[in-house]
């Protein structure tokens, strides 16, 4: 696995707890900032994807 894939996948859980937090709490700025980090660890771990994929690809 990539370094960015596991990096993104962590961030996003990460992302994830903080914004299931915010709702529970009714905290609305704690929710925006998990949803912000949740889906920039997806993007993070899209691009490692996407790396692997290309590397796979020249490889072959």
């Known amino acids: 696995m990539d370094k960015d894939q596991i990096k993104g996948r962590v961030e ?31 993007a993070q771990s899209g691009f490692g994807d996407l790396k692997k994929n290309i590397k796979n690809s020249l490889d072959h």
């Open 12 to 42: 996003e859980a990460k992302g994830k707890v903080k914004e299931a937090t915010g709702v529970l709490l009714d905290n609305s700025n704690l929710e925006v900032e998990g949803n912000v980090q949740k889906n920039m660890g997806k």
